[in-house]
């Protein structure tokens, strides 16, 4: 079973807002099982309206409108949807005195237009609104089925799941297939290798769809299992999965949706080790990054951001000879930053980068896109050295990725 | 003149990628005075681009499409778009040698099925792309124009203004062909309360379409004026941009394209001043935004991410007293952190920030958004103090948003 999606709002064509509702009923559709066929938007035109959801209707059985049900003469998506069909209007008492109740306890002043939210087409199932006083509705036309909700993303998602999945669930109680999911995450191939390495999977052949998302500088594989049951979907999930990590697995870092710096939360956290970050041409992004995790002042003791060759040698402890010698974007350098900060912090490890992230600084022997990462712990300082070439902020968070990237793998024992 | 949109991904139908894309394009559209008729997106699928590519042209002239144009297997938009029309594909020669000489300048390896993306519908006009592989090309057909673009937003965001703008403004040149443009970047309004102060402004009779551009957690106001004359429409843009100063001046800082970190890097500049900082529920974040800008060890000095209540008594000197005495987030600890990260680094200006950025460590007093912000110079030292609502990553974003903020009133004699 397919189903459409129609979100209406003049704010949508002039770009003023960005439509959410789609991608959010479209996860609810995809976790039921069922598929997203086409999303549209239209501005509040009577014959636009009108004239896509008819398309829409040709394409699939189910269309599910969202927007243009407020007070205002704007809104007009009742209205038209009921001459769409040749559907009488007719207002519901319970609905009527639901809005007035509302107003009441708000003491807002009664406007008669407000009235409006309470008139359906002839046949309608009305959904109720929780919080809000614009109710949606089902309506069964031509052996088509349309809903209609309020835009307002809050009141959207609240009625997804609580109006418009119930009664979807009530018309087609066999769900086409069962469905499992998983997320791979890697990093250190481009999109185009990751493909190349899967391509002798017959994911079709498995009943398996794969996707391929770029989010810079990772790119992340997921596998959508159908199936007639919930437990075979899992199964060919699995073996899938296991296919997919023979061919990736020295560059994923997670399964699931665990970003890089949750995966090293958990992996700091159970193994109860502390950090401290010294950073020179990341400028305080590793330790930003560190930080997005909610309870990481439990693992991170401090971070440096030591820019200043003063700062590496006051703080870190860096002998100016050795920033003279080989410079301050240097093996040598890195390895001192990362045991300087272990040794001033107190923490179990000590983490470095120092490079150029362009797009000045750079000379022929240490171009721009040169970095020097290096980790400490009480016993030892590991140090590599890499090059990219991307512009300043994408060689910043490209060194950020590989900085922990290189914990990540110390955590787990492959360092 | 009116346009749809078209974009085209799996990961669209299964709502795990929000379409920014398309409020992106529809904003660029209406700011050159054309409108949008209808948004729709379909997933990877060869006739279901077809058919929805076929019904968005009968309803207009052009047709924007996003997305699939990736080396991988399941981008298909080329493919599909040159099938829909009967037109053969073929190699461009230029865009392979561009497309390798990438491979080569960033040591990736070939994997022939790059090849793809240097392959075009004959008659094809192609758009480069200035960030990436896969580039873009506009197909006049059939009386009607269509473009495809990547979908990647970052890359959208560039090809949309650079190349199909141009390329739209040739096939439909407006009698008022000059225009001038300015971007107004506030901070410290909501959407709707800019609107508000801006709508006794008659835009449309001064020939000037305004844009609203809301990007977290600033608020971008774009102006375009259209004229006859070059002169006419700089002179007109000029006026409206006044009468647009006045009602937001509190909230602007910066008049064109400059990021809040490049309007502070030109003002540490021109002042000889130089900046350390003392983080704490930012985590680098502050320091990781000032070292966005080329240049920034000019006058940055150091950055300290002063997590644990040791590193600020150790390094920068905060009495462990006032810390037990007020806590760790509060306005003495932030004051004596800016002053302590100034004295330490020698710098002229100490920035500091400790909070709560949640979502858990809130109480009663001092809830989960808290934030107190400190600026010390050699005389003085001013602490603000917010609360904010956000989640973790956005009340992190929006800290450091104000922190900057609070530097730049300080640096234009307005602190």
Redesign the interface.
């Known amino acids: 079973m397919k189903i459409c999606i129609l979100t209406i709002g003049n704010e949508?064509?002039?770009?003023?807002?960005?439509?959410?509702n789609?991608?959010?009923?479209?996860?609810?559709?995809?976790l039921q099982g069922w598929?997203?066929?086409?999303?549209?938007?239209?501005?509040d035109k009577f014959d636009?309206i009108k004239s896509?959801l008819n398309?829409l209707l040709a394409l699939t059985d189910v269309v599910i409108c969202t927007g243009g049900l407020g007070p205002t003469a704007d809104d007009i998506t009742t209205a038209a949807i009921a001459q769409a069909f040749g559907l009488p209007l007719y207002t519901d008492e319970t609905v009527l005195q639901a809005i007035k109740d509302r107003f009441a306890k708000y003491n807002l002043r009664w406007v008669e237009n407000n009235a409006k939210q309470a008139m359906f087409p002839q046949g309608a199932e009305i959904i109720a609104n929780p919080i809000g006083t614009a109710a949606g509705f089902a309506l069964r036309v031509k052996e088509k089925l349309i809903f209609v909700i309020p835009g307002v993303p809050y009141e959207t998602q609240r009625m997804m799941p609580e109006g418009v999945i119930p009664i979807l669930r009530r018309y087609f109680p066999q769900p086409d297939q069962y469905s499992a999911k998983q997320t791979i995450k890697t990093f250190g191939l481009?999109?185009?290798?990751?493909?190349?390495r899967l391509?002798d999977i017959d994911f079709a052949a498995r009943g398996v769809?794969?996707?391929?998302?770029?989010v810079?500088p990772e790119n992340h594989v997921?596998l959508?299992s159908r199936h007639k049951t919930q437990e075979e979907a899992q199964r060919n999930l699995q073996k899938t999965q296991d296919e997919v990590a023979v061919r990736l697995q020295d560059c994923i870092f997670s399964y699931g949706e665990k970003t890089l710096e949750e995966v090293i939360a958990g992996l700091l956290t159970e193994k109860k080790l502390t950090i401290a970050?010294a950073?020179s041409c990341?400028?305080?992004?590793?330790?930003?990054r560190?930080?997005?995790v909610?309870?990481?002042?439990d693992y991170?003791?401090?971070?440096?951001?030591?820019?200043?060759n003063?700062?590496k040698i006051s703080?870190l402890g860096v002998p100016a000879e050795i920033i003279e010698k080989h410079g301050a974007v240097s093996e040598e350098t890195a390895r001192l930053m990362a045991e300087g900060v272990r040794k001033l912090?107190?923490a179990d490890l000590g983490l470095s980068s120092t490079g150029i992230?362009?797009?000045?600084g750079g000379s022929k022997e240490k171009p721009v896109g040169t970095v020097y990462l290096a980790l400490a712990d009480s016993k030892q300082t590991v140090c590599r050295h890499y090059?990219?070439?991307w512009?300043?902020?994408r060689n910043?968070h490209v060194f950020s990725e590989v900085a922990l990237i290189i914990l990540k793998d110390y955590l787990q024992g492959k360092g």
Do not use: C, H, W
């Not at 789609?22 to 995809?30: G, H, L, P, W, Y």
């Not at 769809?209 to 770029?214: D, E, H, L, T």
């Not at 992230?357 to 000045?360: V, Y």
């Open positions: 949508l064509m002039s770009g003023r807002t960005a439509d959410t789609s991608s959010f009923i479209a996860r609810e559709i995809n598929q997203v066929e086409a999303m549209m938007s239209v501005g636009s896509r398309y481009s999109e185009a290798a990751v493909d190349d391509k769809n794969v996707g391929f998302y770029p810079f997921v959508i970050v950073e990341t400028g305080g992004l590793i330790t930003n560190l930080t997005d909610s309870g990481s002042s991170l003791e401090r971070g440096l951001v030591t820019y200043s003063e700062s703080m912090s107190g992230a362009g797009p000045t090059t990219f070439r512009d300043r902020k910043k």
